[in-house]
């Protein structure tokens, strides 16, 4: 057995959205996450902080209310940080037009994934965060050993 330091799984992950209640209802309403525990804490500096944790299978996101100040300052596209998170789906052509009848609009249309057997999508959630959805294809997954590219211009490393 492999030594480990006791990390099991990915638990969360945290969100800071620039309007909480239309976040809320786009992760339950929209993408079917159900409602976890909502909090509003009252800091010591006197400030609070709002949190609603949304629940898909056994996938939690929390989504803090972001302070006025996050929301007026400027994204710095070169900043180093989450680039996106990816749902799985399992009809991309399905789910893109559920989503469309929301008035969800794609950031990225679908397309065949360039490291895995598949289609990749993204969208922008209501604070401008960027969601990839994922279809594996062809019994392609994470734990796929076997996988080789499909493309001449990707390169399977060592």
């Known amino acids: 057995m492999e030594d480990t330091v006791g990390i ?3 638990d969360h992950i945290e969100l800071l959205a620039r309007d909480l209640e239309k976040s809320l209802t786009f992760y339950v309403d929209i993408l079917g996450f159900k409602r976890g525990r909502r909090t509003i804490s009252l800091r010591d500096d006197g400030s609070r902080v709002e949190q609603a944790c949304v629940v898909l299978d056994d996938f939690m996101i929390e989504i803090f209310q972001a302070s006025s100040e996050a929301i007026v300052a400027a994204w710095e596209s070169s900043s180093v940080g989450v680039k996106t998170f990816a749902l799985r789906v399992e009809d991309m052509s399905t789910t893109k037009a559920a989503l469309q009848t929301h008035g969800v609009v794609f950031s990225r249309e679908p397309s ?10 993204e969208i922008l959630d209501p604070s401008g965060i960027s969601i990839e959805l994922r279809e594996w294809l062809k019994g392609d997954n994470y734990h796929s050993h ?3 590219p499909s493309k001449d211009s990707v390169t399977l490393l060592p």
């Open 8 to 10: 099991v799984r990915v």
């Open 112 to 121: 065949l994934g360039s490291s895995f057997e598949g289609l990749r999508a």
């Open 146 to 148: 076997s996988w080789s």
